[in-house]
């Protein structure tokens, strides 16, 4: 699998005109390889800082990631007041995203019944959803 994410990863950047090097290559490998999901960019730096061999600067992990986002190999979480998160997409399921105004948690969630109502409105005003990003923004009840 990482063979092929590798692949891939090459190609798009020979679609943005950019070379293939070791320091991007170790971005994409962090980003893909990791465990650990919803991190802004400079917790990836320092986890590539911090593990790899190979020295890269922040702005080459913030450049690397905005063409990820781009090609929708990473999924960029906005409206946080700490910034930016990004999450792997390749092989990981479409899932939405409540985030909790008082702890920063963010919960994971599909629910199939709303994905098919979405299609249905934009089906209604003459559209065809081809990519969406469903945020909801909750705190607790008792709060």
């Given amino acids: ?10 190609k798009i950047l020979q679609s943005e005109g950019l070379r293939y090097t070791k320091q991007r290559e170790v971005v994409w490998s962090e980003i893909n390889g990791s465990n650990e999901q ?3 960019a400079d917790q990836i730096y320092l986890s590539i800082i911090n593990k790899s061999k190979v020295k ?3 702005a080459t ?3 690397t990631i905005d063409v990820l ?4 190999l990473v999924k960029k979480i906005d409206g946080l007041e700490n910034g930016s998160l990004y999450e792997n997409r390749l092989d990981r399921k479409h899932h939405d995203h ?3 105004l008082e702890t920063g948690n963010i919960i994971e969630f599909y629910n199939k019944e709303l ?5 249905q409105i ?3 005003k003459g559209y065809k959803i081809v990519r969406h990003v469903h945020q909801l923004f909750v705190k607790p009840i008792d709060s």
């Fill in 1 to 10: 699998m990482k063979d092929k994410s590798m692949i891939l990863f090459k």
């Fill in 61 to 63: 992990v913030y450049r």
């Fill in 38 to 40: 919803h991190r802004n």
């Fill in 122 to 124: 934009a089906e209604e």
């Fill in 56 to 58: 890269v600067s922040r």
């Fill in 115 to 119: 994905e098919l109502l979405q299609d």
């Fill in 69 to 72: 986002v781009k090609h929708n």
């Fill in 98 to 100: 409540m985030i909790c």
